[in-house]
């Protein structure tokens, strides 16, 4: 009988696909099967989302018994969707421990962007991110990462949303403090279903290693930084990891991911009435957009219940727009998606969505 020290069965959709054959590669020579095998696996996997291997059904009884009694298909429960008005859908997840994680749909005429969560839970603690108040749960595995994509591709399929075109990794977490899991999931995402590096967005708060190896991988994957504020001491407010890697160094990862070559930066900037606002931050944050060759998304704050602050008013976010226009920034003003679902991933981010996946595809 199964206790809970025992280890789960390994999860092929956390494999990325070289590791994925070799793995079913070897299963399949221990039974005497022939290569193809492998082969067949991996399309149900990758094209057809198989979610059991009883599914797979041009594999004879035998082999879905085996290939279910040495792995598991690491499926995420659905626990509720709530669709918005404007089509926005957010999915909420239960892994296979109970923690309850989200993804998001977001729908406009030409794509359909998910949004991931990368961890149950956020460590970070920014000041202005509901998931940040809420304290950090667990890493999210490669496996419970793609299973939201898997989950979200069928769910948007049966509903008539169409193909998922654009990812961003900006729902519950910080992408870049679980590297572990990120790295495979990308490159599941990319080269076992097919999504286009440059139709992924990593966002981050400011990871300095994160964003040096992300700048290290060949693929084009872009990159989507919560800036929020030009300057070091009020970023701190803000950001408590700026304190770690503060803004100096943070601008060296950034030049390094720029330098990189053919990558989309894009940075976030919350609008917080009368914390982030003033008009003499505007030309500050226009000059380092501009160096970085960063895009910006200004980002009307969206109230926590708790917390007194507003968004600043629409002059305020119309002269940031227009100083960073004037300077030669590509800027837009980012209106919020799925409110009425809460469907912000628990934080702002999600807002910027829609411009950020299609600012450089
Ligand atoms: S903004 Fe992102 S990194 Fe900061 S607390 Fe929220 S989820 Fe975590």
Redesign the pocket.
Known sequence: MSTRADPLPTDLLALVPDVLQAELARHFETRRQKAFRARQVMRWIFETDARTFDEMTDLPAGERAALAAAYRLGELDVDTVSVSQDGTAKHLWKTHDGELIESVLIPTHDRLTLCLSSQAG?A???TF?A??WSGFRRHLTAGEIVAQYRGSRRWAAEQGYGPITNIVYMG???PLANRAAVHPSLTILNQGYGVGARRITVST?GVVPGILELAERPEQFKLAL?LHSPVEALRQEL?PLEKRWPLPQLIEALSAFRDAGGRRMTFEYTMIGGVNDAPELAPKLADLAYSLHAFVNLIPFNPIPWQSWRPSSPERIEHFRTVLSDRGVDVAVREPRGRDIDAAC??L?ANALVQIEGSGS
């Open positions: 956020c970070m603690g920014c991110c998931t940040g519950m977490g910080e708060v919560s950001i628990g934080q981010r």
